[in-house]
């Protein structure tokens, strides 16, 4: 079985530029949480969503948003990029919101110059 | 709201040697799961509890679900250079999972 994969793997923009990541789910799973790691921070929660609704949000501006499709693709966008916005975004995917397991994708290293 | 920390920051240690991390939580959790991270990817899990007082391994890998349901525990036995890399618990109790600061871990050859 295929597990999480995210695209693009690595990503340079500059400041005030959006960008859109894309994480595919393992088959069969339906909820998918986005992450955002920094070397000082750690895993910091984005967003979860499950059946095309935004579960949980983390702690972030509202530069930042995602969906989910019908097919449990999800997207998070991060608009008026910031030099601190450059970190590491993980998508992680399990079968329902009621299910703790969660499995990552590689990750899309984003880099705001 | 829960809080969990994970310990030692970091180690570094000889190849062959036993390693021994663990994390605390504020609350009570009902799901601990161990994660390592290679450099560049993203955390793949390594263990899953789900039962107090719960020991799993997973080769030269054991980890604890603590009786208290407030802690867990992972342990390396006879490090290898492969096991370098960020180990993060994660935890569940009444609100979403969330995950420890990691320890980072070194192994000298």
């Known amino acids: 079985k295929a597990g999480v994969t995210q695209t693009p793997r690595y990503l340079i923009k500059t400041r005030g530029q959006q960008v859109t990541l894309s994480c595919s789910p393992i088959?069969?799973?339906?909820?998918v949480s986005w992450y955002q790691q920094t070397p000082g921070q750690g895993l910091q929660f984005l967003f979860e969503?499950?059946?095309?609704?935004?579960?949980n949000k983390g702690n972030f501006p509202g530069r930042f948003s995602g969906r989910q499709f019908s097919n449990s693709r999800s997207e998070m966008n991060v608009s008026t990029l910031e030099l601190g916005d450059s970190a590491l975004y993980l998508c992680?995917?399990?079968?329902?919101?009621?299910?703790?397991?969660?499995?990552f994708g590689p990750g899309t290293r984003l880099t705001v110059l | 709201g829960q809080q969990l920390n994970q310990s030692p920051q970091s180690m570094f240690i000889q190849e062959g040697e036993d390693v021994s991390m663990n994390c605390t939580s504020s609350?009570?959790?009902?799901?601990w799961l161990w994660y390592k991270q290679d450099p560049g990817e993203g955390p793949v899990l390594l263990i899953a509890?789900?039962?107090?007082?719960e020991l799993t391994s997973n080769g030269r890998l054991t980890a604890q679900f603590g009786i208290t349901r407030k802690d867990s525990f992972l342990n390396i036995s006879a490090s290898i250079p492969s096991d370098v890399g960020i180990y993060f618990c994660?935890?569940?109790?009444?609100?979403?999972?969330?995950f420890g600061q990691g320890t980072t871990l070194q192994v000298k050859p």
């Open positions: 992680a995917s399990s079968l329902d919101p009621w299910t703790d397991t969660q499995y």
């Open positions: 088959s069969g799973h339906r909820s």
């Open positions: 969503y499950f059946s095309e609704t935004q579960r």
């Open positions: 609350s009570i959790f009902n799901t």
């Open positions: 509890l789900y039962k107090a007082g």
């Open positions: 994660a935890g569940r109790g009444t609100g979403k999972l969330i």
